[in-house]
Nanobody
């Protein structure tokens, strides 16, 4: 009974900024991995940025220098600060997490419902 809920999406002009949040709730023993993915109409879902429990971070080349991923472990919350937004950033942004519900079983993959980001030119 784990749930991921994204928020913070919206409509902005090119060059603007948004901050996305993803809150994990429910029965959680530990979270090993969290990441942000996005999917534009007619395209496959792609990895934007992710972060491991140890703090290792990855960014897609298309967002390097513009986006910043961070995590608040105490609040089970993932953030994505998006600056200098471009029209090509327009997509539904999804939160993904690998969560261990109990210490006796394998981790499961969970996805949020997504939040729409639209960047106008």
């Amino acid at each position: 009974q784990v749930q991921l809920v994204e928020s913070g999406g919206g409509l902005v002009q090119a060059g603007g900024s948004l901050r996305l949040s993803c809150v994990a709730s429910g029965s959680i023993f530990s979270i090993n991995y969290m990441g942000w993915y996005r999917q534009a109409p007619g395209k496959q879902r792609e990895l934007v940025a992710d972060i491991t429990s140890g703090g290792r971070i990855y960014y897609a080349n298309s967002v390097k220098g513009r986006f910043t991923i961070s995590r608040d472990n105490a609040k089970n919350t993932l953030y994505l600060q998006m600056n200098s937004l471009k029209p090509e950033d327009t997509a539904v942004y999804y939160c993904k997490a690998e969560i261990l519900v109990t210490r006796w079983e394998n981790e499961h993959v969970y996805w949020g419902q997504g939040t729409q980001v639209t960047v106008s030119s």
